[in-house]
């Protein structure tokens, strides 16, 4: 795998959209890893702090609201 912005080796992929990144272009962002809803019907979610990402992609930097979960 070759880095989608310089081509050379990869040292991982976006979490978010999956493309090949090395070192020197990797960022990091929260990423959400799950949502549920807690006691007050208040949606929580579990993000896992850093997570890889591209700079590239463009993740909903809140959790969407899902009206049909509850
Ligand atoms: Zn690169
Ligand atoms: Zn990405």
Redesign the pocket.
Known sequence: MECIKCSKPAKGV?R??G?ALCEDHMNHMPFILTIYVGENHTPKAIVVADAL??G??RPQPEPIEMPELY
Request: glycine share 0%; aromatic share 24%; hydrophobic share 25%.
């Open positions: 976006c978010f959209c493309r990402y591209c590239i992609c």
